[in-house]
């Protein structure tokens, strides 16, 4: 993106491994006008924080790129996970999710009230189903007019807030050419809930439990595809189970300075990739 000044960005670790390898590398923002992209060898999306503000602008610069390179991950990936209800796809061929409401109706008291009854809840979660770095997101207990406006004529979902994320915290899994790389347990500061680092949330490397390897290799063949990156976020629910809080296979922070193998890790995957 244009500015990454608010952002906490790791990506540049990966430069010089590429180097080492042979491949030249060049970061741009997708919002640059005129670019060639015929003169690169491929193209990753990395920190296009942005995108949820302009989707269609987005897409139309990745089909660009994709008609004049490789691009990774592939568009029709994108395309598929740039929604939120690719929740109810993985759901339907038998991951465990978050349970997940989808909707566009006005959001009113009575309408609130169903959700905390559906779920079995008294705290719910509200986010549109195009976001990134939680922007839109609430979590609430009781109804608030404001949110009928921030959400008017605009599709969301809605889940039940999971206590573990605030109790435990949510686990992040990084697969590079589809072999695991590290994970990471993500806590938000005290008095909130949201994992991100920009909102003070705490990361700590950590070693994978068997359970946790065997729910995340499970949603990425859901997937049907090898990809050059993916996260897997994982909260365990009342039942002692991972459920999949979300996929992220567009523009994922993928942490590489908590492992200092992994930029290596990742330099050796693309190059075998490409070639």
């Known amino acids: 993106m244009d500015d990454l000044d608010d952002y906490v960005t790791d990506d540049e670790l990966t430069i010089e491994p590429l180097n080492k390898l042979g491949w ?8 640059v006008e005129n670019v060639d992209w015929s003169k690169f060898e491929a193209v990753i999306i990395r920190t296009t924080w942005d995108y949820q503000n302009s989707p269609k602008e987005f ?4 089909q660009k790129i994709e008609n004049a390179t490789r691009l990774e991950n592939p568009l029709e990936i994108v395309k598929w996970n740039l929604s939120k209800t690719y929740l109810q796809d993985l759901q339907e061929k038998g991951v465990k999710t978050v349970p997940t409401i989808f909707s566009d109706d006005l959001i009113n008291e009575n309408l609130f009230l169903s959700w905390l009854e559906e779920f079995d809840t008294n705290e719910i979660i509200i986010k549109p189903i195009v976001s990134a770095t939680a922007q839109d997101t609430f979590r609430v207990k009781k109804f608030l007019p404001e949110i009928t406006d921030v959400f ?3 599709k969301y979902m809605v889940q039940p807030f999971m206590r573990n994320i605030v109790e435990e915290g ?3 899994l990084f697969y590079f050419g589809g072999n695991f790389s590290h994970v990471m347990l993500k806590t938000p500061k005290q008095n909130d809930f949201r994992v991100q680092e920009d909102f003070g949330g705490i990361n700590k490397l950590i070693d ?5 390897l065997k729910t995340a290799k499970f949603v990425l063949e859901k997937i049907g595809q090898k990809l050059l990156y993916a996260r897997v976020d994982l ?15 567009i523009e994922p922070a ?18 075998e990739w490409m070639r």
Not at 59 to 62: F, G, K, R, V
Not at 235 to 249: I, K, N, P
């Open 24 to 31: 030249e590398v060049e970061t741009i923002s997708w919002r």
């Open 59 to 62: 897409l139309d610069t990745l």
């Open 152 to 154: 008017r004529n605009r």
């Open 170 to 172: 949510e686990y992040s």
């Open 208 to 212: 994978p439990s068997q359970k946790m």
């Open 235 to 249: 909260v365990r629910d009342e039942q002692d189970d991972f459920a999949l809080m979300e996929l992220e296979l």
């Open 254 to 271: 993928l942490y590489f300075r908590m492992d200092a193998d992994s930029p290596k890790r990742f330099a050796r995957v693309f190059d």
